[in-house]
């Protein structure tokens, strides 16, 4: 008799402690300016290769940026070698929060309303894969056949693939240039 008190009491602690779990790991679904349905409850999303990319901030990332209840929900804790900073900023009457990270080749800086809703962003990766396009305009023009690239940075605003900005460092061993690009999709706006 004293084992089956003794089952029916483990059952019920075990039962609470699953159900404790269960209410603690609320899912947490936003949706994006732009109308983007996202779900923070899930861990890092899986590039196309099915391999996560934990040592910085891709394009991927971009929606779980927009508000601040992916990073509160632990979305990037997984993210090795990128330390992000969320604090809350009182200016006068409104609160507002601040996003502040680097990592080897990344800084970041948000600001977000009180709602948590995305005002500003500003992300500047260095060192990093040039799109294609940029590459085949750089070297198939005549004036940079004999030219090294010796770095690059792409700036991101407001986490939106279609407000990056791209400087290209380039030398011949004698004199250096940067070169500025626009990229959305194959088109390219050279800026010199």
Known sequence: MKNIKTAIVFIAAISALIFIREADAQSVIIMTDNGQIVDCTQDTPFTNDGV???NTITEADYP???NIECL????FSNHQNLNLQLR???RGDNENFVLEGSGATIDVKAV???QGNLLEATMIKKDTQVPIPILRFIYSHEKFSDWTM???EIIVKDFDPYQTDYKVMMTNGIDTEVLHFKEQ???IAYQN
């Open 112 to 114: 977000y309303d009180e």
């Open 185 to 187: 999709g194959e088109s």
């Open 150 to 152: 010796t770095g690059n």
């Open 72 to 75: 509160r929900n632990g979305y």
């Open 88 to 90: 809350d900023v009182n």
């Open 52 to 54: 996560k990319n934990v």
């Open 64 to 66: 779980y940026l927009k």
